[in-house]
């Protein structure tokens, strides 16, 4: 079983993991040394598992959430990277179906549509403090910009003309004796 899916998979499993996938082992096979690719294949009986489509999402939200399978409900298919799930590591996770909870915290679970697991969950806060956080500070929205690889080689030589003077400042100021 596992033999022939590695073949199957063209590439050498760098990543093993055994989980249950529902009420059945499988096997979670990752392809590569930094993120590969994730794929999985039922322990029981050697078959690949062919991914989540949308209802299977939400029956996933039902068994994994109870207490939201009355007021969860499809959001949306995620095919490429969007706002909250830029990073490398959720990459190899793609596609996935957001589920939102309808909650009063504005819950929204990412499932991915290849493993069948729950790779990210955030709510209203979360997403404040991702855009706070992380966008802010890398000023992700200015990157296509034609601006933007001059203030990045401008910023960091500003930074180091203010570190050496305040050394400087630091080294004129200081006495044994307070003289100001």
């Not at 009355?70 to 490398?88: K, R």
């Not at 493993?115 to 955030?122: D, N, P």
């Not at 709510?123 to 706070?132: F, K, P, S, Y």
């Amino acid at each position: 079983g596992l033999a022939h899916w590695a073949r199957r998979i063209a590439c050498e499993p760098f990543r093993l993991r055994v989980s249950m996938q529902g009420n059945r082992p499988v096997y979670r096979i990752n392809t590569g040394r930094a993120f590969g690719r994730w794929s999985l294949v039922y322990a029981d009986t050697g078959e690949p598992f062919d991914g989540f489509d949308a209802a299977e999402a939400l029956d996933w939200l039902r068994g994994a959430v109870p207490e939201a399978a009355a007021s969860g409900s499809y959001d949306g298919y995620v095919a490429g990277p969007e706002l909250f799930t830029h990073s490398p590591a959720l990459q190899t996770h793609m596609p996935m179906h957001r589920i939102a909870l309808n909650d009063t915290a504005s819950t929204v679970y990412y499932v991915s549509a290849n493993t069948g697991e729950a790779v990210m969950k955030t709510d209203r806060t979360t997403r404040a403090l991702g855009v706070a956080g992380y966008l802010l500070h890398t000023l992700f929205f200015f990157r296509q910009q034609a601006w933007w690889s001059g203030l990045l080689q401008t910023l960091p030589w500003a930074a180091l003309v203010m570190c050496v003077l305040g050394v400087v400042l630091g080294i004129v100021r200081f006495a044994v004796t307070p003289r100001f």
